[in-house]
């Protein structure tokens, strides 16, 4: 049975009585067990597994979590498991809600198509603007803040940036209401709908909530916890909050005691992961920051008898070279050595490195299949024929329309839309040729919004070109910017929409799809420019080889529709599913942040510098050295066995000197 198997703290956590309770689980301390061990308590205590959910930061957390108690008790399966997004989508659409659920990235271009729109060189201003993207994640910010004034909000963040509060809360405005218009939602406002409905009194049916990683809980993810509760059962660790960039507020965690009546505290110490040794290094130093909760990592694996060492460089290239040595002649299997850096500028050096002896490698925060863009637009074409509504699916489809940017591709959607009366895919096939389209739009200098609309203009210069007169008919063709290219690239689609509109086959569809001359333009501009030298010459094995390439990976996307015989489930498993799946063997290179949750045998901490690791830049916006010091303390106990850090005087490229980190000596190294 799960519980028999706890040891004495994990027990009286697993077992405690129904209220509210946090359980701060340092590294290392067996909370997964603790969690399968409460849930099984609470089957056999007799709630129902419909009556338990289970909030997880990754989907494989809690399937794991799911099936390690079904082991003993089958209808432990049965249990609402999930992140925080993939419930609120479930729950939603039991609802009957309809809505469509998009990656943050892919919404970024819809967000840019609007931010286009703006003339910010027009107004005067001295500051420069943020951009679209980054203004994109400022406004994910905002929201996961729970703020409720913008202004007031940036004004604090961003003084300077005053200015152009009014111009960014109207994009935001826009973007939101076309989210609305086509039920398009992102991760944040999924959680805003499933808020709302709980505060709206729908039925709730959990008795307890679980909570796993509490201190990487923003704000936002606090109000679902808060709206869903009735009892509370949250697992965590201070010392492992590591997210404030990322909205991440330590203070959830910090006042559990304080916020809620009668709520107990328990405290998970014994490390069964790391020697002694290393756990000396991680008690040492996180001791240097406020103890929240009393606690030290014990040790149950005893001392190995090596201490941890420093090796000391001259310079960041004989770091790395020396490392990917160690790294060839240790004995520890490949897969459970981890290279970890504070940030990605690290990582590119040590590859090549690896690369160049021969060792696999496999680099977390890589492109992964599902972002590479080939699968990414294929899926966006299928979305499309899901649901025409979908603004998004249908930019980023013509993105690769030569020619046609995200402006314009938003303008032709939306006429569209018009000409098929709320359906774009009936606008290409049937359109309403009595609506008007492309009409003057909104103008506002204060907002940067200017009126340099340009006549329509005539088909005569597409007759041509081969389309069939039913196409030419089409009103969207008049539109003042198309170009030829752009121009065919709508009429590739439209033979294709055309097609497929009598099938019901998935596969048939997918086949439809990979055989078009549309996806041809797309395989070709993507294969284009993988295949240029440095001259920007398109060299012709290249291109064949990248063709070859995108074919072959699109080729197992299809692998995978094969399970399915709905196109809609199919879909929704690939965008709530995709980002956590990831290819490849070899070394492990992480970030900090990447290896958080996981374990190492032999773990290499590199570029251990003042500047670098603590980075003050980074972490002034974020958690200050408080946050550093726990990124230390994630990166130190990943290692098992043995453990070792990197320190180089000088980095040649950057032609910088260098300290060491003030964290070797909090270690008590002396250097």
Same mark, same amino acid.
């Given at each position: 049975m799960p519980l028999s198997k706890l040891n004495k703290e994990q027990l009286e956590a697993a077992t405690a009585p129904l209220g509210h309770n946090l359980i701060i689980a340092s590294a290392g301390t067996g909370k997964t067990s603790t969690i399968v061990g409460r849930i099984a308590y609470l089957l056999e205590e007799g709630l129902k597994p419909q009556e338990i959910l289970l909030l997880t930061f990754t989907n494989k957390a809690a399937a794991e979590m799911k099936e390690r108690v079904a082991k003993v008790l089958p209808h432990a399966k049965d249990i609402e498991a999930?992140?925080?997004?993939?419930?609120?989508?479930?729950?939603?659409?039991?609802?009957?809600?309809?809505?469509?659920?998009?990656?943050?990235?892919?919404?970024?271009?819809?967000?840019?198509?609007?931010?286009?729109?703006?003339?910010?060189?027009?107004?005067?201003?001295?500051?420069?603007?943020?951009?679209?993207?980054?203004?994109?994640?400022?406004?994910?910010?905002?929201?996961?803040?729970?703020?409720?004034?913008?202004?007031?909000?940036?004004?604090?963040?961003?003084?300077?940036?005053? !200015?152009?509060?009014?111009?960014? !809360?109207?994009?935001?405005?826009?973007?939101?209401?076309?989210?609305?218009?086509?039920?398009?939602?992102?991760?944040?406002?999924?959680?805003?709908?499933?808020?709302?409905?709980?505060?709206?009194?729908?039925?709730?049916?959990?008795?307890?909530?679980?909570?796993?990683?509490?201190?990487?809980?923003?704000?936002?993810?606090? !109000?679902?916890?808060?709206?869903?509760?009735?009892?509370?059962?949250?697992?965590?660790?201070?010392?492992?909050?590591?997210?404030?960039?990322?909205?991440?507020?330590?203070?959830?965690?910090?006042?559990?005691?304080?916020?809620?009546?009668?709520?107990?505290?328990?405290?998970?110490?014994?490390?069964?992961?790391?020697?002694?040794?290393?756990?000396?290094?991680?008690?040492?130093?996180?001791?240097?920051?406020?103890?929240?909760?009393?606690?030290?990592?014990?040790?149950?694996?005893?001392?190995?008898? !090596?201490?941890?060492?420093?090796?000391?460089?001259?310079?960041?290239?004989e770091e790395y070279r020396d490392i990917a040595s160690r790294i060839l002649t240790s004995t520890t299997k490949k897969d459970e050595i981890a290279v970890l850096f504070r940030n990605n500028s690290s990582a590119d050096a040590i590859e090549a490195m690896l690369r160049e002896k021969g060792i696999e490698c496999k680099r977390k925060g890589g492109v992964s299949f599902f972002d590479s863009r080939e699968i990414k637009v294929t899926l966006d074409i299928l979305t499309f024929l899901i649901n025409p509504k979908d603004i998004m699916a249908f930019i980023h489809i013509f993105e690769y329309a030569k020619g046609i940017g995200s402006a314009i591709a938003s303008d032709i959607f939306e006429a569209l839309n018009i000409l098929g009366n709320g359906n774009a895919i009936k606008g290409f096939l049937n359109p309403d040729t009595s609506k008007k389209i492309f009409t003057n739009k909104r103008t506002s200098y204060q907002l940067g919004l200017f009126d340099d609309f340009i006549s329509l203009r005539s088909v005569s210069r597409f007759r041509n070109l081969g389309f069939e007169e039913e196409f030419l008919s089409n009103p969207i063709l008049r539109h003042p910017k198309l170009s030829i290219e752009g121009a065919e690239f709508l009429y590739y689609f439209y033979q294709f929409l055309k097609k497929v509109k009598r099938f019901k086959n998935p596969q048939s569809i997918f086949n439809e799809l990979a055989n078009s001359k549309m996806f041809e333009v797309i395989k070709s501009t993507l294969a284009k420019e993988r295949s240029k030298d440095k001259n920007g010459v398109v060299d012709k094995e290249r291109f064949e080889e990248a063709k070859e390439k995108i074919n072959n990976k699109v080729k197992v996307l299809g692998n995978l529709l094969k399970n399915y015989s709905d196109l809609e489930r199919f879909l929704n498993a690939m965008v709530l599913g995709a980002s956590e799946m990831s290819e490849g063997r070899g070394v492990n290179l992480l970030t900090v942040h990447a290896s958080k949750g996981l374990e190492f045998k032999e773990v290499y901490i590199v570029d251990m510098m003042e500047g670098r690791f603590p980075n003050i830049k980074l972490s002034k916006p974020a958690g200050g050295i408080e946050e550093e010091r726990r990124l230390f303390y994630v990166a130190v106990t990943r290692a098992k066995d043995k453990l070792y850090f990197a320190f180089a005087k000088r980095d040649r490229i950057r032609n910088q000197e260098y300290e060491a980190s003030r964290f070797l000596k909090e270690a008590g190294y002396k250097l």
């Open positions: 999930g992140t925080f997004h993939s419930v609120s989508y479930k729950w939603l659409k039991k609802l009957n809600k309809n809505i469509v659920l998009k990656q943050p990235k892919d919404l970024k271009i819809l967000f840019k198509s609007i931010y286009d729109k703006r003339d910010f060189s027009r107004l005067g201003i001295e500051e420069k603007p943020y951009s679209a993207n980054y203004l994109f994640d400022i406004y994910s910010l905002f929201l996961n803040s729970n703020a409720s004034s913008f202004e007031e909000w940036l004004i604090s963040r961003a003084p300077n940036q005053a !200015e152009y509060a009014l111009i960014y !809360e109207d994009i935001f405005d826009e973007y939101e209401k076309i989210k609305k218009e086509h039920n398009l939602v992102d991760f944040n406002s999924l959680l805003i709908e499933m808020i709302n409905a709980l505060k709206s009194g729908i039925e709730n049916p959990f008795k307890e909530v679980l909570v796993d990683e509490y201190q990487d809980t923003n704000p936002l993810q606090n !109000e679902f916890i808060e709206a869903v509760k009735k009892n509370l059962f949250c697992v965590g660790d201070y010392d492992q909050s590591i997210y404030a960039f990322n909205g991440a507020d330590i203070s959830i965690i910090s006042t559990f005691d304080k916020r809620y009546e009668n709520a107990r505290v328990y405290t998970l110490k014994k490390n069964y992961r790391s020697y002694g040794e290393i756990l000396d290094i991680a008690n040492k130093v996180i001791k240097n920051n406020p103890r929240i909760y009393p606690k030290t990592l014990e040790v149950t694996r005893g001392y190995s008898g !090596e201490y941890p060492k420093v090796l000391i460089y001259n310079d960041t290239f």
